[in-house]
């Protein structure tokens, strides 16, 4: 196969593309080499066994020559973080909803070989996660008020009873409540090429990422994971600033996993179609992953700092229900944070130099009224 990754030279994508070599496909490469994440480096990720053309999504001429000959498209390309989407609006907006609108936009309109679309989704379009009420069972909150926040009630209540919920794994039926500029710009890119998708007889599998960690990531970007921006931290001698109590929890998934399930999607016929969640069902809190790499890059004494503060769009817990990963595309993660994952990761970034870019970025966010 001749196989299109947009974003191959990122985090995500450059794994996604060492596989597909290694698989033996021809990999073309489309990438922006967005200054905040590859800090004038280059495509530095890219195999040379790939074709790399350097382009925006928003350019049809470009677009039309990175398609010629394809196949198959793993669709990464996007501009990612929460925080900067709230004030970044039309700049998420045009790169994630119009870049892919512009892709699906020239493929339909010229000829065409591709049989088969990934679109990278995320786990920010659930919004908040699934959660249960012990008396009146499976509840889907939306996003906690801010008068509830002020108060550092930080747990989602009943929107019957008003009591405290227990958050449960989240599956690919919770209705979609995103609650960020770059969340409503994935959910676009997702429902876009599905639906076009199918319109047009392409099959299309979104892959919904929960949280992606691991080596590539950008250590000096403020807005990308979390692992990365508390490992550049630690670092720099500096502590994890962690939001809330710390006690929010998330699915971290690593790179290699997210990639390895990406490839599976390509092929996977009873994937044709469906929304996939890509995680582990293992939650952690924050203020553990903050703890457990500051131990692992030996800087046991540096604690994170509890802010008590929350963040314009961001919610309390989510993490994957993996049944149907496992079930359609076989996908058996082989990391999980605790374990190996860190170990993996700890073991990068030791090499690895960083820029403290964070008290800016939420200088910032505090600034525009965005931090509470």
């Not at 119009?98 to 989704?121: P, W």
Request: net charge negative.
């Amino acid at each position: 196969m001749k196989i299109l990754v947009t974003g191959g030279a990122g985090f995500i994508g450059s794994h996604v593309v060492d596989i597909l070599l290694g698989q033996g496909h021809e990999v073309r490469v489309y990438d922006k080499l967005v200054e905040q994440v590859h800090s004038g480096n280059g495509p530095r990720y890219v195999s040379e066994d790939a074709e790399f053309i350097y382009g925006e999504m928003n350019d049809a001429e470009g677009l039309t020559t990175a398609l010629k000959g394809v196949d198959q498209i793993v669709h990464l390309a996007a501009e990612v973080g929460v925080g900067q989407s709230m004030y970044e609006i039309s700049r998420y907006v045009d790169a994630n909803t119009g870049g892919t609108a512009r892709l699906l936009d020239v493929i339909v309109n010229s000829k065409h070989e591709v049989s088969k679309i990934v679109v990278a989704s995320s786990m920010s379009i659930y919004g908040e996660g699934s959660y249960w009420c012990a008396e009146h069972g499976a509840i889907a909150p939306r996003l906690r008020s801010e008068a509830q926040l002020r108060e550092r009630r930080w747990e989602p209540a009943c929107t019957i009873c008003g009591h405290d919920l227990s958050p449960v794994p989240t599956a690919e039926s919770k209705p979609l409540f995103p609650t960020s500029v770059y969340a409503i710009s994935k959910m676009d890119q997702e429902l876009l090429t599905l639906s076009v998708g199918a319109a047009y007889g392409i099959d299309v599998t979104a892959v919904r990422y929960f949280n992606t960690y691991g080596p590539r990531q950008a250590l000096s970007n403020p807005y990308t994971g979390v692992a990365a921006i508390f490992s550049g931290r630690i670092l720099n001698g500096l502590p994890p600033i962690v939001m809330e109590d710390g006690n929010q929890k998330r699915d971290f998934v690593h790179v290699k996993d997210v990639a390895t399930a990406t490839v599976l999607a390509l092929t996977a016929p009873k994937a044709n179609g469906q929304a996939i969640n890509i995680g582990i069902g293992d939650p952690v809190s924050i203020s553990e992953v903050a703890t457990t790499l500051a131990r692992a890059l030996g800087r046991e004494e540096i604690e994170p700092i509890i802010t008590g503060e929350y963040r314009a769009g961001d919610i309390r817990h989510c993490w994957a229900d993996p049944t149907l990963a496992k079930d359609i595309l076989g996908f058996e993660p082989e990391y999980r944070f605790r374990e190996k994952g860190v170990a993996e990761l700890v073991n990068w970034v030791g090499s690895q130099t960083a820029v403290d870019r964070v008290s800016a970025a939420n200088d910032e966010l505090r600034k525009r009224g965005l931090t509470v």
